[in-house]
């Protein structure tokens, strides 16, 4: 039986409140029961006391038929016997007519229907108070009857009442498993669960819907702009390189012109698979990570060496202050963000100019700081630059695939940091790489 699961919180429901219910009506028909009983007993008692105390008084020896007697057999309750007997068994006197013959033990004794309860009159004799169940045995059957058509009207109550709060309780869930069909169906990932106010479990799970829908849907056009933007650079190369390959052929040439030719495809070439390799390493960004620890400042020392020769070429000098710093990630990822960062400070700074580099360690992060004195970027263009195929205002005749910056931004989000641009003191660019720092031992 396949239930949803309203129904399947509601039965729960029911078997829980039908257990309750009986519970309660069990227990209130055996206290009631034991309350009636108590007031029987205590009402026999007090008539065999009352009867005993009279028929011990100093006014000879009384008799229940004596005309002076009305007002006691007034205080005695309705239809109750009682009866004296001496001490050796007699009936000696009476109230009434006893259907039943109780042994005289002293205390109370349930004969058929009837209750009876005996007192020890000070002369050895006894006096037994006498009256039938009927009465309570009514009241308790009254009371049974009421439990058994109020119990189950209580039930079906309850499994109502248990459904539509079921079914309020689950509307949120029922709003998102809609969307997420409609999303599924349509693919309009734009669209949002109507969110449930408070702050219980669904009203957080409909906010939480609705924030990873927001993150989703801008992953996707984030996604969307980065394969528009790769496919309109690898464009150009690739005209490039259908126009050169044309022209070539179109006509018979030296071997001259067909080394140059070629050389000049190479070159293209290499230009779209340096291209490729960059957005294969951008897109790598989103796997999970082969934690390492390292230290940056010995990472950076060494990146830096491998462009010694690019400095020379454009006279930059690079200055050098690694201090301790100490983190964890991939070594290959972390080489390429120090190297983008280093190679853009070389390549877009001042010629003849200088480029300053420094690890840092600052309470629980470690950052590597970048700048050159070069003629810097406006504030206002820093956010784009990290996106990707985005190049400075003046850098266009550069050679560069503007997918330096935004590697290390998504090297630096992969191991848990930030990249954040500045202006330089010096007045170029200063890069900050931010990245957890891990203890060492």
């Known amino acids: 039986m396949n239930l949803n699961l309203r129904w399947r919180l509601t039965i729960f429901y029911g078997g829980l409140l039908a257990v309750v219910l009986l519970i309660v009506g069990v227990t209130v028909y055996f206290a009631l029961r034991s309350s009636v009983r108590a007031t029987l007993d205590s009402s026999l008692r007090d008539a065999a006391r ?61 004969v058929g229907d009837t209750r009876v309860y ?41 499994l109502g009442g248990g459904y539509a709060i079921a079914d309020r309780a689950l509307e949120p869930v029922d709003r998102v498993s809609k969307l997420a069909s409609s999303i599924a169906d349509s693919g ?49 190369p690739l005209t490039a390189l259908r126009g050169r390959a044309s022209l070539t052929l179109n006509r018979q040439r030296s071997t001259q012109e067909y080394e140059a030719s070629t050389k000049e495809l190479l070159e293209i070439s290499d230009e779209m698979s340096q291209l490729v390799d960059r957005l294969l390493m951008l897109a790598r960004t989103n796997q999970p990570l082969q934690r390492v620890q390292l230290d940056l400042g010995d990472l950076t020392v060494g990146v830096a060496e491998s ?33 983008n960062l280093i190679g853009n400070a070389i390549k877009y700074g001042r010629a003849g100019g200088n480029v300053w580099l420094r690890t840092t360690t600052s309470n629980d992060h ?41 590697l290390v931004a998504a090297v630096a989000e992969q191991h848990g940091g930030r990249l954040e641009l500045k202006r330089a003191s010096q007045g170029g660019l200063l890069a900050m790489l931010e990245l957890p720092a891990q203890l060492e031992g």
């Open 50 to 110: 009352l009867a005993a105390s009279r028929l011990s008084g100093d006014e000879g020896n009384p008799k229940f038929s004596d005309p002076e007697t009305d007002a006691f057999q007034a205080r005695v309750p309705s239809a109750t016997t009682l009866i004296v007997y001496s001490k050796t068994g007699q009936v000696t006197d009476r109230i009434g007519a006893p259907r039943i013959k109780a042994g005289l033990e002293p205390g109370y004794q349930t």
């Open 118 to 158: 005996t007192e020890r009159l000070p002369d050895g004799g006894f006096v037994q108070a006498l009256r039938g169940e009927a009465e309570t045995l009514e009241v308790l059957s009254r009371v049974q009857g009421i439990l058994f058509f109020a119990l189950p009207l209580f039930l079906l109550l309850g």
């Open 188 to 236: 309009r990932y734009t669209d949002r669960v109507p969110e449930t106010l408070g702050h219980d479990e669904m009203a957080r799970l409909t906010r939480t819907v609705n924030a990873m829908l927001e993150r989703l849907e801008a992953t996707i056009d984030r996604e969307r702009t980065f394969a528009l933007a790769a496919a309109h650079e690898l464009r150009t």
């Open 307 to 339: 462009f010694e020769n690019e400095a020379r070429v454009r006279d930059v000098k690079l200055h050098l202050e690694p201090g301790a710093a100490v983190t964890s990630g991939d070594p290959q990822a972390l080489r390429l963000a120090v190297s």
């Open 366 to 406: 470690v950052t590597l700081e970048v700048a050159d004195d070069g003629v810097g970027v406006p504030s206002t263009e820093l956010e784009r630059l990290k996106q990707p195929f985005q190049r400075g205002m003046g850098m266009q005749g550069v050679a560069g695939t503007g997918l330096g910056l935004a």
